[in-house]
């Protein structure tokens, strides 16, 4: 007997790529979360980074409440392109956080601290644009009006 093949949006090519396409997202936010204050305080050579970096992760909250809407806008009135409405922004979103991880991770040594906080600030600015552009739910949803369809994709087979 030969296995029965599914219809798109249930097939699994696209199956996959949405249980994948936050995998950078994923990993980007367990290092925030996770290692983020230590390399800061340990590593990175600034003198007060826990103040710094409590002051920095505050402004980006700050941050959201202004950057979310307006991205949420910019994707909505975006126009279809070859590879979709959103799939740009899901490809620039993950190659601007992985910049910015790069950035954050990696701090120069040989530089001003005052230089070394605007290095850090611009990092996480990056960061959070790339984060908040990772248009996974209206992805989903432009998939299937069927809720019935759409629930099938919160959890891969």
Known sequence: MSKQKREY???GRTIFGLS???W???AAAAMM???FMLYLTDYSGIANAAVVTTVLLLA?????VFDDPLQGWIMDNSRRTRIGKFKPFMLGGIAVCALALIMLFN???RISEVIKIVYLS???ILYEIGYSFQPDVPIKISLSPDPTIREKFLVPR
């Open 60 to 64: 980006g909250r700050i941050l959201d």
């Open 122 to 124: 611009v990092g996480y």
């Open 24 to 26: 950078v997202a994923v």
């Open 9 to 11: 949006p249930l097939d």
């Open 20 to 22: 994948t396409m936050r």
């Open 107 to 109: 701090m120069p040594t």
């Open 33 to 35: 979360t996770s290692a």
